[in-house]
């Protein structure tokens, strides 16, 4: 089955720094998707995205899908982006939704 | 619109009794997934439906766990005898399509004693 891979497993910055965030996949995918696990366990979307280049606020997300690989870049970070980022794809065969093991982040005050 | 509902939000039981978890899909939903959470092996997907039919269980552990979906609104997973093992969070999710934009409940944390 499709393998997606994340790095770096961990992430510690100080708060106001920059980021970016890397998923790579290993066959084609239908879709792609940025998830935020915050620390009372919620996973919350981030992006949907299969292609292309969007933002929402301080965060926004490309995927190059030709290349296989997906960004997810944090901007001026605060202390509340703390938690897990995981990265999850759907292969083009069964519409499996499959979660690599994702970056722990800690945003230090 | 309510999101993804899940119940019961912590289940402690002792090994070898049964367990049921619950889920509503967001309404008008059509895909519903049921993922399950460990330290170890991170987050994997047990089985989805589709329209209320099972598409893919491959990822059900073993024959003490079980998936229905009777209807639109509503979806179990059950687990028969329970085992340590099993002591996981178990999360729902739902799509408007297979392969649309997933949402989360918020999850059952099972601790099996």
């Known amino acids: 089955g499709i393998q997606v891979e994340q790095s770096p497993p961990d992430l510690i910055l100080q708060e106001g720094a920059n980021s970016t965030l890397r998923c790579n996949f290993s066959?084609?995918?239908?879709?792609l998707q940025w998830f935020h696990q915050n620390p009372w366990g919620q996973l919350i979307n981030l992006f949907y995205i299969p292609s292309g280049t969007k933002q929402n606020g301080r965060l926004s997300a490309t995927t190059v899908a030709t290349e296989r690989y997906s960004l997810l870049y944090i901007s001026s970070s605060q202390t509340t982006d703390s938690g897990v980022y995981f990265c999850a794809v759907d292969d083009t065969g069964g519409f499996k939704t499959i979660f690599g093991a994702g970056t722990r982040l800690f945003v230090k005050a | 619109d309510a999101g993804v509902i899940q119940s019961p939000r912590h289940e402690v039981t002792e090994m070898g009794q049964e367990v049921t978890l619950r889920c509503k899909p967001i309404s008008g939903h059509n895909s519903l997934f049921w993922y399950r959470q460990t330290m170890m092996r991170g987050l994997e997907l047990l089985i989805y439906?589709?329209?209320?039919?099972?598409?893919?269980d491959s990822g059900m552990p073993e024959d003490r766990f079980s998936a229905k979906m009777p209807n639109a609104s509503f979806s179990t997973l059950k687990i028969q005898p329970s085992e340590p093992r099993d002591s996981a969070v178990y999360f729902c999710?739902?799509?408007?399509?297979?392969?649309?934009?997933?949402?989360f409940g918020e999850g059952s944390r099972l601790t099996v004693l």
């Open positions: 066959d084609s995918v239908n879709n």
């Open positions: 999710a739902s799509s408007w399509v297979v392969g649309g934009e997933l949402f």
């Open positions: 439906f589709n329209n209320n039919v099972p598409i893919d």
